[in-house]
């Protein structure tokens, strides 16, 4: 098949009348399906149904150091909670605090204690004329937001396939000192699915920053989530802070993970992980704030995951209800976008996304087409900080919520939508 843009009018004209009908007859099944957010579906949720159990009795309630988790106390963690969120932060159980449900709660909090007090020392930044981030895109909407929510000016840096492009960021960092941070999703990313070369991490480790209090937002949120069941197809990460460490930059990087899409999200857990100095004054900063968070809730995550060995068992069953979602996802962009010229895609080994570049200028109009059509997508321009993409190109596709027929319809009306969009574009 001749690609779109070489087409001559006449065939783009009749090609846009046979995507017009197949539009209409979506629209006429009155179709109600969601692509919008990574939502684990139905089947994940219920993997975790038993961690609801394991709390019967008083004695079910005490901790491994005899603490009662029903009653007030513990600032940052039940020591157990510690030993297994340091699985998913790839740190020591000496450097981690456990927090409450969500680890957007934890970074929101992190940037206020630096916006109201600094960090370390530091001039504490809403004090500043101007505070800027670098901002890796396509990126995480919700990370944009909660820099956008303090008026941080982001700085858009594009992803490559081993991490952002790094020439960029460190040309950023070393000339500004206004540059007080970067966010990282370093492992299947948001929503690319690429993780981190050595080189990427060992590199932001080491660059020259001309702030002295310059953080690395290390947001592993996919880092147990691999597609795949054997060892040797999961993607390896090196560890920011042993890279940090080394380059003698010790307190350069803030670690965060959780249960969100582990277990419950809303009702798991959370953590970050931090130098030791860090972790003091975070500590420190947090006694004012809270007498500490839900143990009995980090009771039952621990009894249900126990350990490495538990948490790696239960998400090879996560794998197996989602790698066929996104194998169909990946077919069927083959399937009906590879002739189309001017498309490309991701096939992630891990994480909650298949992130699509549709011809430049056509994603808002593809967005509004399926939507329109009965399937709802995340909004064109959300993976770009304020939400512009230069382009009106990037798409991220959430596989995980719909049943897979549910989904195999959903992706049917999304191919459609992008050739009506771009035939559209070409005949403009």
């Avoid at 929101?108 to 895109?137: E, H, K, N, Q």
């Avoid at 941080?152 to 081993?162: K, Q, R």
Wanted: aromatic share 8%; charged share 25%.
């Amino acid at each position: 098949m001749t690609a779109y843009a070489e087409q001559g009018t006449e065939e783009l004209a009749e090609l846009k009348a046979s995507l017009e009908r197949e539009h209409a007859a979506f629209k006429a099944r009155g179709l109600a399906l969601n692509m919008a957010r990574g939502k684990p579906a139905e089947a994940q949720l219920d993997l975790s149904m038993p961690l609801l159990e394991t709390l019967r009795t008083t004695d079910d309630c005490t901790a491994a150091d005899g603490a009662d988790a029903r009653n007030y106390g513990v600032l940052d963690g039940l020591p157990e909670a510690k030993e297994l969120m340091a699985v998913m932060l790839d740190d020591k159980p000496e450097n981690v605090i456990v927090f409450g449900n969500a680890s957007l709660n934890i970074m929101y909090d992190t940037v206020a204690r630096c916006w109201m007090f600094g960090t370390l020392g530091s001039t504490p930044w809403c004090s500043l004329d101007r505070v800027a981030w670098i901002c890796p895109t396509p990126g995480y909407d919700r990370h944009f937001g909660v820099t956008e929510a303090f008026g941080i000016e982001m700085i858009p840096v594009p992803m490559t396939e081993d991490g952002p492009d790094m020439d960029e960021v460190e040309r950023i960092a070393a000339s500004d000192a206004a540059v007080k941070g970067i966010w990282c999703v370093p492992k299947y990313s948001n929503p690319g699915g690429v993780t981190y070369s050595d080189e990427v991490v060992r590199r932001l480790a080491s660059m020259t920053c001309a702030a002295a209090d310059f953080r690395i937002f290390w947001d592993n949120a996919y880092g147990m989530h691999h597609l795949f069941e054997a060892v040797d197809e999961q993607d390896l990460l090196l560890d920011i802070a042993q890279a940090c460490a080394e380059a003698g930059n010790p307190d350069r990087c803030f670690k965060f993970a959780s249960t969100s899409k582990v277990t419950f999200p809303g009702a798991g857990i959370s953590a970050m992980a931090a130098s030791p100095a860090n972790i003091a004054e975070i500590k420190r900063r947090m006694g004012a704030q809270t007498i500490g968070h839900d143990k009995l809730n980090q009771l039952r995550h621990v009894r249900f995951l126990r350990d490495a060995e538990g948490l790696t068992e239960h998400m090879r069953k996560h794998a197996a209800i989602l790698r066929p979602k996104f194998q169909l996802v990946v077919r069927k962009l083959e399937e009906g976008l590879a002739d189309v010229g001017e498309c490309s895609w991701s096939n992630p080994r891990g994480g909650y996304f298949v992130s699509l570049d549709a011809p430049e200028g056509t994603a808002a109009r593809a967005v509004e087409l399926a939507k329109e059509a009965g399937v709802t997508m995340t909004g064109a321009g959300a993976t770009y900080p304020y939400g512009r993409d230069p382009r009106d190109s990037n798409i991220r596709i959430a596989p995980s919520l719909p049943p897979l027929e549910e989904l195999d319809q959903a992706m049917d009306v999304f191919v459609c939508c992008v050739k009506l969009a771009y035939v559209e574009k070409l005949l403009r």
